[in-house]
């Protein structure tokens, strides 16, 4: 069992930065896949990027290459999303997820944490 806890998020103008934190629970969290997806306000969930356990292979989604890195800390059970030269289609509610393999889809993944709220303005 896996519990996620997001924190963070907040109102930031269009080109800054924040960074999200997700502190996982269990002993197992360096075995699982972290991911990170987002869902803005009356759209689906969707992908940004996740670190695999083994090795840290990333995979970003188009939107946010070259914008956001993922990493984590295995010794502090956590995952971090650095988000540099934000835009306003950034804004959306941020959710951590876990899951022993994991991918880029929401059925990929077996835990949730509950979300952080990102708001870039423009």
């Known amino acids: 069992q896996v519990q996620l806890v997001e924190s963070g998020g907040g109102l930031v103008q269009a080109g800054g930065s924040l960074r999200l934190s997700c502190a996982a629970s269990?002993?197992?969290?360096?075995?699982?896949?972290m991911g990170w997806f987002r869902q803005a306000p009356g759209k689906e969930r969707r992908f940004v990027t996740f670190?695999?356990?083994?090795?840290?292979?990333?995979h970003y989604a188009d939107s946010v290459k070259g914008r956001f890195t993922i990493s984590r800390d295995n010794a502090k059970n956590t995952v971090y999303l650095q988000m540099d030269s934000l835009k306003p289609e950034d804004t959306a509610v941020y959710y951590c997820a876990a899951d022993r393999l994991g991918g880029t889809n929401t059925v990929d993944y077996n835990y949730w944490g509950q979300g952080t709220r990102v708001t870039v303005s423009s």
């Open positions: 269990g002993r197992t969290f360096g075995s699982y896949t």
């Open positions: 670190i695999r356990w083994s090795g840290g292979g990333t």
